[in-house]
């Protein structure tokens, strides 16, 4: 396997110990670039018609549900807010960006997170190792408050996940050979009440020591918006589920490969919700098509550099797999923000920002 060109680029924050030992740590370490995070989206959310001090009162609405049912990570998110010097309400907004966006805005047509995964299951690697990797699509910016969280908890797996300054987690990997990549997905079912924000899921995910526990985690959590989360184990196991509210699809892999865009594939989701993401990102349907194709023809010796290669792919460029900024009505500037790359076998991950420019990456791991 050829080895991945390296160098220095997101940040590595490591926190560790209990929920508010945790969140103290995040926020002491990760200010600047939290402050810049709520500056980014205080200019988004305005771009979408939506006030700062109205979008931290929509965040508020949670905290109730999230006293109840979420006191570990609303506890780090406590923390998080006084490490960093701001309102809890503030860390919040971040937090629950999407559920912002679109349920004060439900006709926006902005994508949140649009993105491209792929896993490769054992069968179809060079290595025989499984192989889980995402280009991420959103604001510009965002690269610039991007980090990479260590995160050491009292009990449980070690996670690394690249996520936004303040936000609790978005992909990544954890000790126990679990791998998370998400997508943006839209339909008519979205904007119900009592749901959990999606990065909670997301960090529940990467808390888990087994796949099972990982699937019953979106199986079992009420959501006010569709994702699609993609989750694989490292000893051969993959699964793609479509999650909307009050219910779940999956997709199995095919020929040992998984891949999705931002538009449902599964048939009784095809034939139950209307997918309304496709007004947000037609580009959907050729990215996960075109991902698809270019690793099927290295199925069997599948590698870093294969992935490399199809989430390089610029057809159609700004709307493209890898796409280069787009400056839209508004100020709105969106790209890939990074190509990300994980071996949960070997607890690695691989990050290239701004993949548009060039393909250099930096290795995280556990212990380095």
């Known amino acids: 396997m050829t080895e991945i060109l390296r160098t220095t680029a997101l940040p590595l924050i490591d926190i560790s110990g209990t929920a508010t030992e945790r969140g103290l740590q995040y926020g002491t370490k990760a200010k600047p670039y939290i402050l810049q995070a709520i500056s980014n989206y205080k200019k988004a959310f305005a771009s979408e018609g939506i006030e700062w001090n109205q979008a931290c009162k929509a965040a508020s609405s949670y905290i109730p549900l999230l006293e109840k049912n979420e ?3 609303f506890a780090e998110i406590i923390a998080i807010a006084k490490g960093a010097e701001v309102e809890v309400e503030e860390i919040l907004a971040l937090n629950c960006r999407t559920e912002i966006i679109y349920g004060i805005n439900p006709k926006t047509d902005k994508a949140s997170d649009g993105c491209t995964g792929a896993i490769a299951l054992p069968s179809a690697t060079a290595s025989g190792k499984l192989l889980h990797g995402q280009n991420w ?9 991007s980090i990479v969280l260590r995160i050491t908890p009292e009990k449980g797996p070690q996670i690394l996940t690249q996520t936004e300054a303040g ?4 992909c990544g990997i ?10 943006f997905l839209k339909c008519e079912r979205d904007n119900q009440p009592g749901g959990i924000p999606i990065p909670f899921v997301r960090r529940h995910i990467l808390e888990q020591e087994n796949y099972s526990n990982a699937i019953r985690v979106v199986l079992n959590t009420p959501k006010s918006f569709s994702t699609n989360l993609m989750i694989s184990h490292r000893d051969g196991e993959a699964i793609n589920l479509e999650a909307v509210p009050g219910e779940t699809f999956w997709i199995q892999p095919k020929d040992g490969l998984l891949v999705h865009a931002n538009h449902f594939e599964s048939v009784p989701a095809l ?6 993401g496709l007004k947000v990102a037609p580009c959907s349907l050729h990215r996960g098509r075109r991902v698809r194709q270019s690793l099927e023809q290295s199925i069997g010796k599948l590698d870093q550099n294969s992935f490399i290669s199809a989430f390089s792919d610029k057809f159609d460029n700004p709307y493209g797999v890898c796409a280069e900024p787009d400056h839209g009505p508004g100020g709105d500037t969106s790209s890939t923000v990074a190509t990300i790359m994980m071996d949960a076998a070997d607890g ?20 380095d």
Do not use: H
């Not at 699509?137 to 408050?145: K, L, N």
């Not at 936000?167 to 978005?170: F, H």
């Not at 954890?174 to 997508?183: I, K, M, R, V, W």
């Not at 034939?271 to 309304?276: A, L």
């Open 348 to 367: 690695k991950m691989w990050i290239a920002p701004r993949p548009y420019k060039s393909s250099t990456f930096t290795e995280y791991n556990f212990t």
């Open 71 to 73: 006191q570990d990570l």
């Open 137 to 145: 699509d959103w604001r510009d910016e965002c690269a610039e408050t």
């Open 174 to 183: 954890n000790s126990s050979g679990l791998a998370l990549t998400g997508n």
């Open 167 to 170: 936000i609790l987690a978005r």
């Open 271 to 276: 034939t139950k919700v209307t997918d309304e």
